[in-house]
Every structure is written in C-alpha cells, then in structure tokens.
C-alpha cells in the first residue's frame, strides 16, 4: 500500500558530495517524523538524521555540520544532502517514515530498501 524509495546513491572521492532523495507513495494520509539510517558492513543499523512535520532536525554527532536533511511535504519525499564525505560515512543508507495510510487511524512504520554509497579513501 505504501512504498518507500530511495535513490542518489553511488561512488564518491573523499571529500565530494551527494543527495540522496526517498519518495513515498501510496495510500498516504500524511506523514510524520521522517528519518535516514545507515548500515555499514559488520555493524548494526544507526540513526543519520531525522526530520519532524513540522521541520524540526536531528542529526548523528559524526554528521553535524556535514549532512543536512530537509522534506518537501507536497511531494511525500525526504532529502538528504551529504557533504565533506569521509570513507567513514560508506554503509547502505534506509530511509524510514511514520506514516497515516488513508482509512486509517494509526501512524505505521515503513522502511526503504536502501541505497549504497561508497566514499573512497
């Protein structure tokens, strides 16, 4: 019913940039906390950066100053600017939404399948 899709992953030299976008779609009523997690290989699934209804952001420590979220509300989509990248930041990176599905009166998880991104050293 409802479906999370990431894409803007790829290869990237230390130091460059990418935008990773998540697009939902569906049966949506709206959407509340919108949040990226990365999984790096041999380690367990961590919190990136989160972003609230109403604009609100949170970041990881190691990404402060770096990485900067933001959402467009019309278009069901999170964004996730990253720059300064270090080799530290590859991991597959999993966009999550709480989201109201129409018809419904309960606010659901959803998960991404996720996207790579590798920053060479």
């Known amino acids: 019913q409802v479906q999370l899709v990431e894409s803007g992953g790829g290869l990237v030299q230390h130091g460059g940039s990418l935008r990773l976008s998540c697009a939902a779609s569906g049966s949506i009523f709206s959407i509340n906390v919108m949040e990226w997690y990365r999984q790096a290989p041999g380690k367990q699934r961590e919190s990136v950066a989160t972003i609230t209804d109403g604009g609100g952001t949170n970041y990881a420590d190691s990404v402060k100053g770096r990485f900067t979220i933001s959402r467009d509300n019309a278009k069901n989509t999170v964004y996730l600017q990253m720059n300064s990248l270090k080799p530290e930041d590859t991991a597959v990176y999993y966009c999550?939404?709480?989201?109201?599905?129409?018809?419904?009166?309960?606010?659901?998880?959803?998960w991404g399948q996720g996207t790579q991104v590798t920053v060479s050293s």
């Open positions: 999550r939404a709480e989201v109201f599905p129409t018809a419904r009166r309960i606010s659901y998880q959803y």
